[in-house]
């Protein structure tokens, strides 16, 4: 016990001295990550960087249920997408997924958005749909993001 020594006779001496502070933390690393941003960098500047610089990257809300199901999609195919979380105000930043051939008029979401190689794919069901029509892994594999 830190404060307490067992002196002869049984008596305890109490040490009222306040411990050694711990050393400080080591300072934060100066080199940057791709993740990383420049305070003066614009939301849209900053999002474009980040779909220029991964391979398969995903755009979301936090705790995105859509986001949760697209992950585990690409991680059975071998693919650990990039998953940013955008606040509600950057959201509006993202570039606007391409529209669906069923339904022009149809209101686009913004995210979830999945972008493969630069482009965007959209959200959830362009996923499943690139899937199921076999279109995926080939597309995957041209990024460089799947090895087969």
């Given amino acids: 016990m830190q404060g307490l020594r067992r002196c002869s006779n049984d008596a305890v001496h109490l040490d009222l001295t306040p ?3 711990p050393p400080p933390p080591p300072p934060p690393p100066t ?4 993740l990383s941003f420049d305070a003066v960098e614009s939301a849209e500047t900053r999002i474009q960087r980040l779909i220029s610089e991964h391979p398969v990257i995903i755009f ?3 705790s995105c249920c859509m986001c949760h ?3 585990k999609l690409l991680a059975t195919i071998g693919v650990h997408p990039t998953v ?3 606040d509600d105000h950057e959201i509006s930043a993202l570039p606007l997924p391409p529209p669906s051939h069923d ?5 686009r979401n913004l995210a979830p958005a999945l972008f493969i190689g630069g482009t965007c794919v959209g959200g959830l069901e362009s996923l499943v749909a690139l899937h199921l029509s076999g279109h995926l892994v080939p597309k995957l594999v041209e990024v460089g993001a799947l090895w087969v």
């Fill in 69 to 71: 199901v697209m992950k």
């Fill in 31 to 34: 080199s940057s990550t791709s």
């Fill in 19 to 21: 411990p050694s502070p």
């Fill in 84 to 86: 940013i979380e955008l």
């Fill in 103 to 107: 339904n022009d008029d149809a209101p």
């Fill in 60 to 62: 979301s809300r936090s």
